[in-house]
């Protein structure tokens, strides 16, 4: 082999090496920023995060709620569906009661999603103050948007109460996640299994103790 010969494959040898070693920085690089964003996405839920492999297996999550304050909602994800955890104020559980002429299954009995005994109640959930509902519309499986303030609003009634409004199809649905009558949507948003593990833990995903 001539010596420009054997340069040239040291050259390309060489530049091979750097490309791999580039690649596999850009790759730890990507890694390490992805992590740091979840972290920053949800600050006080990372400490009970569980490991990619058991949230692809249906594991339970834990998740600190005292940092929730009354009118706000935290999402997480469960089982690759995300999870709505709303501290409901009181003025916003007094309109429960009120709303429930215009619901379609106000006592949560049709059975698509069935909801858990212990939610069964006007205010679908085991502490009258926390409502934990799956945020996928029962129609197609859009993620209905926020519209927790009372009030005329484009795409709603004079009389809106508050609730969730599914920007796909108009199905609507109350601060308990039931829906409206006439509406696209076959039933209310699903409420997951969970409980509470103390005053300030609830786990969602399995309910054993409730």
């Known amino acids: 082999m001539s010596n420009a ?14 490309d791999q070693g580039r690649r ?10 992805a992590v740091g964003g979840v972290a920053v996405a949800v600050p006080f839920v990372s400490t009970f995060a569980p490991s990619e492999r058991a949230r692809a297996a249906g594991a339970p999550v834990q998740v600190d709620i005292s940092a929730i304050q009354p009118g ?18 009181p003025e916003q559980l007094a309109t429960l009661k009120t709303v429930e002429p ?26 009258p103050e926390f409502f934990v509902g799956v945020g996928i519309c029962s129609h ?5 948007s926020d519209k927790l303030t009372p009030g005329p609003q484009p795409s709603l ?13 108009g199905s ?3 601060l308990a996640g039931r829906v409206y009558k006439n509406k696209p949507a076959p039933d209310n948003l699903e409420v997951p299994p969970h409980m509470y593990l103390s005053d ?10 409730a």
Request: with cysteine; charged share 25%; glycine share 8%.
């Open 140 to 144: 197609l499986g859009c993620s209905p």
């Open 24 to 33: 596999t920085w850009i790759a730890i690089t990507c890694g390490a920023g």
């Open 102 to 127: 215009q619901l379609a299954d106000p006592a949560s009995d049709r059975k698509q999603y069935p909801t858990p005994a212990y939610a069964k109640n006007e205010h679908r959930s085991i502490k």
């Open 157 to 169: 009634p004079d009389d809106w109460a508050g609730g969730f409004l599914c920007p796909c199809h």
């Open 72 to 89: 706000e909602k935290l999402t997480v994800e469960w089982r690759g569906k995300p999870v709505w955890i709303v501290r409901r104020t």
């Open 200 to 209: 300030t833990v609830l786990l969602i995903g399995e309910d054993k103790k």
């Open 172 to 174: 609507t649905f109350d």
């Open 5 to 18: 010969t054997s340069e040239a494959t040291s050259e390309a040898a060489l530049d091979k090496g750097i």
